[in-house]
Nanobody
């Protein structure tokens, strides 16, 4: 079992920044890929960014490329999502996810992730 706890969400103005954290506990070995997804009201959950745990290869959705940065701290078992130049369309619940079987390639496939956090709300005002 892996437990994922997101934090750092909140309210920001357009153009501002927020940093999300995802702390992993429990079965912390063999975490191949960690991902961030988001779901806006009335929309499907979508991929935001992902990082491979061992090498640190990163993947981004086109909508956030150049604005968001995903990183990880192996010692703290934590993944971060630094969100800059926020836009109102970034408003959503953000979820952290973990792939412990090594089935996710490229970060985007939601079905490949085994564990999910409870989500944290991000609201960007114009």
């Amino acid at each position: 079992q892996v437990q994922l706890v997101e934090s750092g969400g909140g309210l920001a103005q357009a153009g501002g920044s927020l940093r999300l954290s995802c702390a992993a506990s429990g079965r912390t070995f063999s975490r191949y890929t960690m991902g961030w997804f988001r779901q806006a009201p009335g929309k499907e959950r979508e991929f935001v960014a992902a990082i491979t745990w061992s090498v640190g290869t990163t993947y981004y959705a086109d909508s956030v490329k150049g604005r968001f940065i995903i990183s990880r701290d192996n010692a703290k078992n934590t993944v971060y999502l630094q969100m800059n130049s926020l836009k109102p369309e970034d408003t959503a619940v953000y979820y952290c996810a973990a792939d412990v079987r090594g089935t996710v390639v490229g970060g985007r496939r939601q079905a490949g992730y085994d564990y999910w956090g409870q989500g944290t709300q991000v609201t960007v005002s114009s």
